[in-house]
């Protein structure tokens, strides 16, 4: 048993001295514990409480596909009322109902012409996209536009949107430090360049003006972690690290820019530790809980930093790819159709739609395949796709299996190419 010496000071009275108490740990199944309490490690604790019914099941749950498109074709009518405050933010209900709809194999061109009609009052005379009819253009509903309709496809979708007004109304976005701001007068931050980036290349609007500065400015939002944050200074986070990598690999080759650009084998750590067991799901930042919804922002890191490793290098898998199926199969379905974030939870489009994406990058490989086209926007076109096997740390079921998404587009492998044939086969006049 600790004993406390006894000293005393110039006074003569005792002085306590209290040597430091090394806190018990104990190893459980690979995991670290400590006996320190707090509110993060009791939410931990009651997540892995609530997941484990799940992840124990003898009998792995099938992809439920046909109760999700039923759930899903709902964010397609008419809302309730109590969803009046997502009134701007209609261009990522179609998305994010469209990308999973897709990705599940459901029939998407049946809901081309209403996708159409809706959109088209969504565009602002000045360029641009806001959220609902006559509203303010910004950058993220213009991304969740052209990423809804790059998934409808054919000219007439893509021929509502005004090139010439977009590419000004970009310029009019871009600040000499090389981001963007979201609005006229709004934040910039990686999340607005990666959809300034990525709407610029499904439309063919690129110039070295659009370009200047934005790689120098994303490479000063990686952190002390390794992780990459919205704005320089800010908290490592796996929505913008998706946004970081994604926009710098629009700029260039993955090989080329990633390890130019950042301290890659820190970022490598930082994903690492963003699995967690025995969950297997992902979480988006230190001491926070897994979430569904980054099986895509942190998942789908992985596609492009893997592309940035020579094959002769890459000998193991960097990340478990079954144990995120895992989760999702488990955790993320609910019972009436759609996914969620975790169980216990509500599902919704958003996370069905990046549950369903991260589902889709973990069934399947992706290589680059255009070293060297230089920063023009057309590097996201050089990708190539093939479905993993069992070295690669999962087996995917049929009744499993979903469509493969673009890892830089976030939608149905595909559409983004077609878009961008089209943008490049009809020149702004």
């Known amino acids: ?10 006074n003569n009275r005792r002085i306590r001295d209290e040597s430091p108490k090394i ?78 709809m897709a990705l599940l194999g459901g029939e998407i061109s049946i809901y ?13 005379p000045n360029g641009g996209f806001g ?5 303010l253009a910004h950058l993220a509903p213009t991304y969740a536009a052209m ?28 600040q000499e430090d090389g981001s963007f701001l979201m609005h006229y007068g709004g934040e910039n931050d990686s999340r607005a360049m990666y959809c300034a980036l990525s709407i610029a290349s499904l439309l063919n609007l690129t110039t070295p003006e659009l370009t200047r500065g934005c790689a120098d400015w994303l490479s000063r939002c990686q952190t002390y972690e390794g992780g990459l944050a919205g704005v320089p200074g800010a908290e490592a986070h796996g929505g913008y690290a998706f946004c970081v990598l994604a ?11 990633l390890p130019k650009y950042l301290n890659f084998s820190n970022l490598v750590r930082w994903l690492s530790a963003r699995q967690y067991s025995p969950e297997g799901g992902l979480s988006g930042r230190t001491n926070k809980l897994v979430d569904g919804c980054y099986s895509w922002w942190v998942g789908g890191c992985w596609a492009l930093v893997e592309a940035a490793i020579p094959a002769s290098k890459l000998q193991r898998p960097l990340w478990d790819r079954g144990e995120l199926q895992k989760y999702i199969l488990a955790c993320c379905q609910h019972k009436n159709g759609g996914l969620r974030d975790k169980p216990e939870k509500w599902p919704d489009h958003y996370h069905s739609c990046y549950v369903l994406s991260g ?36 087996e995917v ?33």
């Not at 959220?131 to 509203?135: H, N, S, T």
């Open 1 to 10: 048993m600790h004993r406390p010496k006894v000293r005393f000071n110039h």
């Open 23 to 100: 806190m018990a740990v104990e190893i459980t199944d690979g995991r670290i514990k400590d006996g320190l309490v707090t509110l993060t490690s009791e939410q931990q604790d009651e997540t892995e409480r609530a997941c484990e019914p799940y992840l124990s099941l003898s009998q792995m749950p099938l992809l439920d596909r046909e109760r999700h498109l039923d759930w899903l074709q709902g964010g397609l009518d008419e809302l309730p009322d109590y969803m009046v405050m997502l009134d701007a933010s209609r261009p990522w209900i179609m998305y994010w109902t469209l990308n999973a």
């Open 112 to 124: 081309r012409d209403r996708l159409i009609s809706s959109l088209r009052s969504c565009q602002h």
């Open 131 to 135: 959220g609902g009819d006559g509203q």
């Open 147 to 174: 990423n809804a309709i790059a998934i409808a496809g054919g000219e007439e979708a893509y021929e509502i949107v005004d090139r010439k007004a977009m590419y000004t109304w970009l310029m009019s976005l871009k």
């Open 247 to 257: 926009a710098l690999c629009l700029l260039g080759p993955p090989s080329e820019v």
């Open 359 to 394: 589902l889709s990058a973990a069934q399947y490989k992706y290589t680059y395949r255009g070293a060297g086209i230089g920063m023009d926007l057309g590097n996201a076109f050089a990708w190539a796709v093939e479905g993993t096997r069992k070295e690669d740390g999962i």
């Open 397 to 429: 079921r049929k009744e499993d299996k979903v469509k493969m998404v673009h890892p830089v587009f976030v939608v149905p492998w595909g559409c983004a190419e077609q878009m961008r044939k089209w943008a490049l086969a009809n020149p702004i006049q």
